[in-house]
């Protein structure tokens, strides 16, 4: 098992939605950077990502990694929220065959995987079909 | 800088589940065969190609563990990792060895050794390659971080499933010319639509495979290969590498492979060609929506076109530009660390004229790309035969 900071250091992202925005140029990084990747600059405010927005990309995973088994099939996307960060979660509670580009989402706090022998459970955001 | 040539190159006999092969044992096969091909009896220096042998076999410094069994030691020998664009970036580090003045004999291999675990924990390894606590902790795997670049590619080209199907049928009718390929059969497109579906929309036969195997090449100045060379004397006219954001969701257009369009252009003006002029490609169809988007950033296909160009028979061979006449990574294998170097290897023969029955008639030049994660990492490479 991995010294438990790997997980607890990205509680701010996983839990709160917390991000970087540049205060030169505005671009929001998800994750936090120590560099903006637009204008290079190093100053940034935390700021909060929006929590609905919609789905730009998905798939069905149907073949996973064993932390997910217990999931599986599940759906997975790229989610542009409202404030334009794109972000990769998992879509939950939804119809496969009604997926579609365009769908709009919301983020909700959910069980991710469940990790390692221990069963330790990792949490986070999924979004759900508004 | 000084011109760099292929002195020799050399695969396993045969790509695949190579039970009775360790990860040494693999490597050092093609490396004694590329040795043999060169007709070399020392080497200054040595590249090793290696993604993830740490979590396929448990073993790390793999640049050491070579030279001593292929009996080089003590000549200096690095592994190079960059995900599945190991093979290609280990390669262009030999290129700039050679061409730098500071060694003559360059072996450069690649090697991957992935039947050692379950299939599970292979998926698990190469999610390594894509970002682990923003991709792969939400359960995405590559085969679907690929389908979701896909379905971004229909939905705007209007690229269907028969389409991406063609890719498969097309290189898997090559690699049936291949004795080394792990699957040296044809597929139709009935058997791809009708495999398992892996992540919507890729089937199992839109994958390339998980194998075990590798592949070398000896590096000399051009100017010493004219001399002692038994074999047509191949150039490396060129060598770019670029990268870009590791999260495919990071990406603005994430249906354009940017890092492979950047490596290309660089590469085609520092080869003083277009992609008109090139005549045979090594690509890296991981999966068969990466050749379309791949074609398109090489500028070989117009962008949107991928589709209708596996389809129409024009990256076939006898085709108007052939690609992966080796059989790709689809019907060849995908030892992942091995793959760029064994692309350049099937180049190579084509400009030799060695190819057999897959022979491009006449060609003269020819191109690689290699490409790590989702195109995070992108190696091209352009060749021409003396």
């Known amino acids: 098992m991995a010294n438990p900071a790997r997980y607890w250091r990205e509680i701010p992202q996983r839990y709160r939605l917390e991000a970087a925005r540049c205060t030169s140029c505005g671009e929001i990084s998800f994750p936090p950077r120590l560099i903006c990747p637009q204008c290079r600059s190093r100053k940034f405010e935390t700021v909060t ?43 939950a509670d939804c119809d496969f065959d009604k997926l579609a580009a365009g769908q709009r989402v919301r983020l909700e706090f959910r069980r991710i995987q469940k990790q390692g022998d221990a069963g330790l459970l990792w949490y986070g955001y999924k979004c759900v079909p508004v | ?62 640049g050491c563990l070579m030279a001593d069994y292929l009996s080089t030691t003590p000549i200096p020998a690095t592994r190079v990792e960059s995900a599945c664009a190991s093979g290609g970036a280990a390669f262009r580090q030999g290129f700039i060895e050679v061409a730098s003045g500071i060694s003559d004999y360059v072996l450069v291999g690649g090697v991957e050794k992935m039947t050692d675990v379950s299939g599970d924990e292979a998926t698990s390894a190469l999610s390594a390659a894509a970002d682990m606590e923003y991709e792969a902790y939400h359960g995405i795997t590559f085969p679907g971080l690929y389908a979701l670049m896909a379905r971004v590619h229909m939905e705007r080209y209007g690229t269907t499933s028969q389409q991406l199907a063609h890719v498969a049928v097309k290189n898997h009718k090559h690699g049936a010319m291949n004795p080394e390929a792990q699957y040296p059969f044809e597929v139709t497109v009935e058997d791809v639509l009708g495999s398992v579906m892996v992540a919507d929309p890729l089937h199992i036969l839109d994958c390339s495979p998980i194998t075990d195997g590798a592949a070398a090449v000896v590096l000399c100045p051009l100017d010493t290969a004219r001399k002692i060379s038994k074999k047509p004397v191949v150039q490396v006219l060129a060598s770019a590498q670029a990268s870009g954001t590791i999260a495919l969701h990071s990406r603005k257009d994430m249906a354009w492979i940017k890092s492979t369009n950047q490596a290309a252009s660089k590469a085609y003006k520092m080869a003083g060609k277009g992609p008109q002029d090139i005549q045979v490609a090594e690509v890296h169809d991981c999966f068969t929506i990466a050749e379309i988007m791949v074609l398109e950033a090489l500028a070989l296909v117009e962008r949107g076109k991928g589709g209708q160009a596996a389809e129409s028979g024009m990256t076939a061979l006898g085709g108007k530009i052939p690609v992966n006449t080796s059989g790709g990574l689809k019907a060849k294998g995908h030892p992942v660390g091995a793959t760029g170097v064994a692309q350049v290897i099937e180049i190579i023969r084509q400009l030799r004229g060695e190819a057999g029955p897959r022979q491009v008639k006449g060609a003269r030049i020819g191109l690689t790309q290699n490409m790590g994660g989702t195109g995070g990492s992108s190696v091209v490479h352009i060749f021409g035969a003396v």
């Open chain 1, 49 to 91: 990502l929006k929590e609905n927005g919609k789905i730009l990309t998905y798939t069905v995973t149907r073949v996973g990694p064993s932390q997910f088994a217990d999931q599986t099939p599940y759906a997975v996307g790229v989610v542009e929220l409202d404030d334009g960060v794109r972000i990769m979660t998992q879509i």
């Open chain 2, 1 to 62: 800088m000084r011109d760099v040539a292929i002195l020799g190159v050399g695969m396993n006999k045969k790509w695949g589940e190579l039970w009775d092969m360790s990860l040494r044992d693999v490597f050092v096969e093609a490396a004694l065969n590329a040795v043999d091909d060169a007709g070399v009896d020392h080497l200054d220096s040595m590249y090793v190609g290696c993604m993830t042998s740490g979590l396929f076999v448990g073993q790390e410094h793999v």
